[in-house]
Nanobody, 117 residues
Framework: QVRFVESGGGLVHPGESLRLSCVASGFLFTSKAMAWYRQSPGKEREKIIGIDNISHTFGLADSVAGRFFISRDDNKNTVYLQMNALTPEDTATYYC??????????WGQGTQVIVDA
């Protein structure tokens, strides 16, 4: 069974940083590109950044370019999202998934990020 467990969210002030983690299971992690998605209140879920199976970044959304960075540790079946210079517009629930498996594989519970002065 494919499973994603996101963590690391919280309440931060504008300009601060957070690092999110996502542990994946139920498929061959090393063979799959991974991505981070987010869903803000009242909006659809959007993909913001991805990483292929040889750690090349792709699909970087303009809204996070230069501030968000993705990485992966294949030994831990984990993908990370380093978020810097956070703004209130980054407030959302963040999810990870493998683009080739989504949305059929389902979604984890996500991790909530709130950026508030």
């Amino acid at each position: 069974q494919v499973r994603f467990v996101e963590s690391g969210g919280g309440l931060v002030h504008p300009g601060e940083s957070l690092r999110l983690s996502c542990v994946a299971s139920g498929f061959l992690f090393t063979s799959k590109a991974m991505a981070w998605y987010r869903q803000s209140p009242g909006k659809e879920r959007e993909k913001i950044i991805g990483i292929d199976n040889i750690s090349h970044t792709f699909g970087l959304a303009d809204s996070v370019a230069g501030r968000f960075f993705i990485s992966r540790d294949d030994n831990k079946n984990t993908v990370y999202l380093q978020m810097n210079a956070l703004t209130p517009e980054d407030t959302a629930t963040y999810y990870c998934n493998a683009p080739s498996l989504a949305p059929q594989a389902g979604w984890g519970q996500g991790t909530q990020v709130i950026v508030d002065a």
